[in-house]
């Protein structure tokens, strides 16, 4: 029993539960730090309602307090020490974002003209390989932001984009095929979040005075070409006389995009 109670404190001293490892929390003062105040908030408001008994056992909502906005996805940054001085004793940088759906063409690869008498599972292929850099934009570093080592390493190398796709011809049709590069872009921004250990409260950082308008805080966040992947899109020029839409399997089970 003592075991146990002794190894429970330990957790609890090294995890602020919904804090993450302040154990090992380096020591770090907020950038601009003077002209910041605390705003407390609720756990409510703050963290999902997760049934995790997991340390930490909450992940932050998709939520930015500072403009009241809400977001797809959520992004943890480490957990920093906060100076003497502070009124609080952790902080993290929390990113919150959207995701923008993107649907490019690839332009070099060429297009694949279906006839009215063709009828084939493989009238055609493409294979295509090649290397897509991947932009961040933001006044944090990477590692600061809690970006994983996936992600942290696509922006310093890039991601090697490969693929082979056949494309289906089905007799009645008169048809162009397309070749397209799917992507998400995340946008958003990125807020401070604290956390007082004696007190048990959260709260997030703004700009004295209610000054966040002025668009340096919270911080802009963006990047490009994460999930990439890659489609057909088939456009239908007209249906001929020996149409028979029983027989397009393209139009049953959508496998391509429209």
């Known amino acids: 029993m003592k075991f146990t109670l002794l190894f429970f404190t330990l957790l609890n001293g090294a995890y602020a539960v919904g804090f993450g490892n302040t154990f090992h929390a380096e020591y770090r003062e907020v950038p601009d730090v003077e002209n910041m105040e605390v705003v407390e ?23 930015d307090p500072v403009n009241n906005e809400h977001y797809d996805g959520v992004i943890v940054g480490q957990t920093y020490e906060a100076g003497l001085l502070d009124s609080y004793d952790y902080w993290r940088y929390v990113t919150v974002y959207n995701v923008i759906q993107d649907s490019e063409r690839v332009a070099y690869l060429p297009y694949f003209e279906e006839a009215c008498h063709d009828s084939s599972f493989f009238m055609a292929q493409w294979g295509e390989s090649r290397s897509l850099s991947v932009s961040l934009s933001s006044t944090i570093g990477a590692e600061a932001l809690g970006l994983n080592a996936s992600v942290t390493m696509s922006i310093e190398a890039g991601v090697t984009f490969s693929t082979s796709r056949r494309v289906q011809a089905t007799k009645g049709l008169q048809a162009r095929h397309y070749p397209y590069k799917l992507s998400e872009q995340w946008v958003g921004v990125t807020y401070i979040q604290t956390y007082d250990k004696d007190r048990n409260s959260y709260g997030y950082l703004k700009r004295l005075g209610g000054f966040d308008r002025l668009k340096d805080y919270p911080h802009e966040f963006e990047i490009d070409n994460q999930n990439v992947g890659f489609a057909v899109k088939r456009e239908v020029v007209k249906k001929c006389e020996n149409y028979d839409p029983g027989e397009d399997k393209v139009e049953s089970n959508a496998l391509y995009i429209r």
């Open 41 to 63: 908030i609720s756990e409510y408001e703050l963290f999902q309602n997760t049934k995790s008994r997991g340390f930490p056992a909450k992940v932050p909502r998709a939520y």
